[in-house]
């Protein structure tokens, strides 16, 4: 059984700094197929930045160069480094682990943690 819980959310102000990580149980973060999501009310989940099947990552346009994901091995946590934060990046973030598809680089999201709300203010 694999469960993922999500931290370190909360009130920023806009242009500042904040890290999320997502500690599991029963997985052991590898690199491949894992990353981080984003959901606002209303709306449905969109990727912020994910390590694919191939151990590639990639961050969404909006927020490259200000997001990156990495993986702290001691602690066996996925982190989400943000950075120069805007009033959209407002919303739930969520991480997820999963599979590789078979090829290619695109992954089967298996399993969803809660996700920690982030609000970014003026």
């Known amino acids: 059984q694999v469960t993922l819980v999500e931290s370190g959310g909360g009130s920023v102000q806009a242009g500042g700094s904040l890290t999320l990580s997502c500690a599991a149980s029963?997985?052991?973060?590898?690199?491949?197929?894992e990353g981080w999501f984003r959901q606002e009310p209303g709306k449905g989940r969109v990727v912020v930045a994910i390590?694919?099947?191939?151990?590639?990552?990639t961050v969404t346009n909006s927020m490259t160069g200000r997001f990156t994901i990495s993986q702290d091995n001691a602690k066996n946590t996925l982190d989400l480094k943000m950075s120069n934060v805007k009033q959209d990046d407002t919303a739930m973030y969520i991480c997820?682990?999963?599979?590789?598809?078979?090829?290619?680089?695109?992954?089967?999201?298996?399993?969803w943690g809660r996700g920690t709300q982030v609000t970014v203010s003026s």
């Open positions: 997820a682990v999963g599979n590789s598809l078979g090829s290619g680089v695109q992954c089967q999201w298996n399993y």
């Open positions: 029963g997985y052991t973060f590898n690199g491949r197929c």
């Open positions: 390590a694919l099947a191939d151990g590639s990552t």
